[in-house]
């Protein structure tokens, strides 16, 4: 069954780094989600993508974040300056059918930063 | 304010026990309904989903939920548990009518142990 891949599985940085986290959705999806759990919390809807375009972000989704899709499988999200608050897992989601179609989630990338 | 309410965060049942994890919703209008299901180290799998029509919907692994409109509910059962079933399992919802069906607001989620 396809699935969503993201890399790397965790990823260690210093605060006021940069960080790329990577995501290629199931080949024939169009609608892709970033969604974020810090530990101990619900997990959050960040980010959604549609025809290259951002359809919708939530108030997490500030001026540190970015999501791309810089070629026809990769999907990222860049944080330019990481605070410590940005410690969680980021899940990297994608679906095939804007209404009715399941979301489907990769096993996620565990973002710690010092 | 839009929420999903997860009332237990931690269950203990034994094998072969029968399971039923509670979830509550506030919205004012039928949200479309999901369980998804996270094992250690694994992604949000979803076990099943409710969009309308009948409110007893089957799922993966043998799950089930039903849709309650008059309590705002959607409860997942299993007649009987499986050691492998030992995982967090979390509701969530997405508004009807939503152009947007991809945006989920989650619950806080349920840890399953399953005893021997």
């Known amino acids: 069954e396809p699935e969503v891949t993201q890399t790397p599985s965790h990823q260690v940085t210093q605060m006021g780094q940069e960080v790329i986290l990577r995501c290629v959705p199931i080949?024939?999806?169009?609608?892709f989600y970033w969604y974020r759990q810090i530990l101990g919390q619900k997990v959050e809807f960040l980010v959604s993508?549609?025809?290259?375009?951002?359809?919708?972000k939530s108030e997490i989704f500030d001026d540190q974040f970015s999501v791309e899709r810089p070629d026809g499988s990769n999907f990222t999200l860049k944080i330019r300056s990481t605070k410590l608050e940005d410690s969680a897992m980021y899940f990297c989601?994608?679906?095939?059918?804007?209404?009715?179609?399941?979301?489907?989630f990769g096993n996620g990338t565990r973002l710690t930063v010092t | 304010a839009q929420s999903v309410t997860q009332p237990d965060i931690h269950i203990t049942v034994s094998e072969g026990a029968s399971l039923e994890l509670r979830c509550n919703y506030s919205?004012?209008?039928?949200?479309?309904l999901f369980w998804y299901v996270q094992s250690p180290g694994q992604g949000l799998q979803l076990l099943l989903k409710?969009?309308?029509?009948?409110?007893l919907v089957q799922g993966i692994k043998g799950f089930e939920a039903e849709f309650k409109r008059s309590q705002s509910s959607f409860n997942l059962r299993k007649p009987s548990v499986h050691w492998s079933d030992a995982a967090e399992y979390f509701c969530?919802?997405?508004?009807?009518?939503?152009?947007?069906?991809?945006?989920?607001?989650f619950g806080q989620g349920t840890t399953l142990q399953v005893k021997p």
């Open positions: 989601a994608s679906k095939n059918d804007r209404v009715s179609g399941p979301l489907h």
């Open positions: 080949s024939n999806h169009l609608y």
């Open positions: 993508f549609y025809n290259n375009e951002i359809s919708e």
């Open positions: 919205y004012g209008a039928t949200p479309y």
């Open positions: 409710y969009f309308s029509g009948d409110t």
């Open positions: 969530a919802v997405a508004l009807e009518g939503s152009s947007n069906t991809g945006k989920l607001i």
